[in-house]
DNA sequence: TTGTAAGCGTTATCAC
DNA sequence: GTGATAACGCTTACAA
């Protein structure tokens, strides 16, 4: 079959472990028998098996990033900097995409095992981690972009996040003030979990109600299917729009939502924002290149990112576990407009 | 450390193999037995390691799928679709992300090596394959989006491509013959490789000389940095304009880079199309949402993804290559405009 | 400097 | 139905 550490073993004449200790670096070997052993590498296309590797190996100084859905583009900045982040410290980063609802504790546990991991990032998903979750790892772990429940014990794991609900407490206010009464909301209610998303949603409630204007179901979309968020955003604005003829503004919890809304509103022949103002949530590129230029709350995604690895490492040399709350700044790029200024 | 199968095979008192039966499903056991065995494993928090399983398996009855850079918002519709495709049929996917240059077949060999796949599919990325590389692989291998030079053994792998020269002299002669006679070019210029933007780069140098048009460099832009494609496609935009001011449309070889185009053109307060056309490739949601919507030359992502996994599967089971070039399809949505019109 | 041998945790092949 | 036991390919003492 496949060729294995014997076969260069027996090519290069050499004993078994001393081909280890070549490839590997570690202990001696005379420059002949690297010699040697090198060609028999090169001539039959030797590769380690890897699980027979981490098998046997111990420390590995490999951290991983288990990422909710890799392909939302707001966790790309991010993504990129835990990477130079971690090579810069001389480990390793293992990249793993999750989308299976609820086991990426499970999946964490399973690479932590596997890879001999000496910590991981969690990032996306909801905010469902239980005491136990932790415990099971029995590596230092770091929450991105979500938390545990209050319950849970902060001495088990780190954590970066923003203030999703005061942050949508802060666009949806920020339009009221703008004179916006008829404020749409669009979000992704994700089954019954406690996510960004509805906290965000919350943040929309308690801007309403703290001004004084009355919450009305007609104005939020949150039907969830398994479209795109550009789609998703797309097909809520025009529901919305159909329902609410007086509607002024929309804040939509995402900004690939806010761009399907904008297109949903441009395609109707109204304009952004003379005619409807549109405020988004992450800070993502699509935003800011769109036409017009979207609000938006902006997170500071590298600085999490950066805060993170700090906190994992942190927590790899044994110091306690910390818990950031970042604050997100509000982009005014011109897509929300007075309503005095309404035509 | 770690609970094993030992310790289940313990605390259930029964031997190991047992354990490893019931938690297989493979084998017989008596329902008593696994009730016993399942209770210990609830109870110790027991996960099978990986390596160990892995290094004994023989047949996984997994693929894998090797995506050069992952976030590339073309690939996730093919992504989603081979997922699909690939439980449909009973199979698991490994989907993993490449970054490295060149480093591609390495990785998909280890890969092979470490899962015990039986089938891989290598995504983006360039033509640069060897028959080595297919040979040493050891599995069926199928290409998609990009294939390999045309002096290697087409019995070794099978491909799934578009004819990227074609195409884009397809979208570069649509503005000729709307008119266009100062048409800009925005490409990535990945290195001296051999990549699907190079080809397209040649299929609008074609579409100029067929039409007697004479070539200009300045008209070209392709300086290569790590920046985004949308930061990439409005730099690159910028400069054009800034050196050719007779400039009246743009074909740009991805969409995202269209889309930064775009933005570069309206910021100026130029408009889309009336002051400048603008082309993009791929076929990518964030075309189709960009307002005004973007002309592109769209691949059919979808079937291309099904083709692909079906000629896998067809290798797997002995059949031979096969390699399919499909055609795409010029979107006209409204960004490009005949010259006469042009005010 | 190099080789021998004992595991790593699992599965597969047998006997029982 | 179930339980020993021999691999799987490698690393790592330890011995030479």
Redesign the interface.
């Known amino acids: 079959m496949?060729v294995t550490i014997k076969d260069i073993a027996k090519l290069s004449g050499v004993g078994i472990s001393t081909v280890s200790r070549v490839l590997n670096g570690s202990g001696f070997a005379s420059p002949v028998t690297k010699q040697k052993v090198m060609a028999a590498v090169h001539e039959l296309?030797y590769?380690p098996?890897?699980?027979?590797r981490?098998?046997k190996r111990t420390q590995t100084k490999t951290i991983a990033v288990l990422v909710k859905s890799?392909?939302n583009?707001f966790f790309?900045k991010m993504i990129h900097t835990i990477e130079q982040k971690t090579m810069l410290r001389g480990y390793c980063l293992e990249?793993r995409?999750v989308n299976s609802n609820g086991q990426e504790m499970?999946i964490a546990?399973?690479e932590v095992?596997?890879k001999n991991l000496c910590g991981i990032i969690l990032m996306g998903g909801g905010f469902e981690y239980t005491e136990?979750d932790f415990k099971?790892l029995?590596v230092p772990c770091v929450l991105l972009t979500v938390s545990a429940d209050d319950k849970v014990n902060k001495d088990l794991y780190s954590s970066v996040i923003i203030d999703d609900e005061a942050e949508n407490f802060k666009a949806t206010d920020y339009l009221i003030k703008l004179g916006h009464k008829r404020i749409g909301c669009i979000y992704n209610a994700y089954g019954q979990l406690k996510t960004p998303n509805t906290l965000r949603f919350e943040g929309y409630k308690r801007a309403l109600l703290e001004n004084g204007i009355p919450f009305d179901p007609l104005l939020v979309s949150s039907f969830n299917t398994s479209q795109?968020g550009?789609?998703f955003g797309?097909n809520m604005m025009k529901n919305l729009m159909m329902r609410n003829k007086d509607m002024t503004a929309v804040v939509a919890m995402a900004d690939i939502m806010a761009?399907?809304a904008?297109?949903a509103i441009?395609s109707e022949g109204l304009r952004i924002p003379e005619d409807i103002s549109v405020i988004g949530f992450d800070g993502i590129?699509?935003a800011?290149?769109?036409?017009p230029a979207l609000d938006t709350i902006s997170q500071p995604a590298e600085q999490m990112a950066v805060s993170a690895i700090d906190a994992l490492f942190a927590m790899m040399q044994g110091e306690k576990t910390s818990h950031i709350v970042y604050e997100a700044v509000l982009l005014k790029r011109g897509s929300c407009i007075g309503l005095t200024n309404h035509s």
Chains 1, 2 share one sequence.
């Open positions: 496949s296309n590769i098996n890897n699980n027979a981490n098998l890799i392909t583009p790309q990249l995409n499970l546990q399973q095992m596997d136990e099971h029995g795109s550009y789609e797309f761009v399907g904008a297109k441009l590129e699509v800011e290149y769109y036409s």
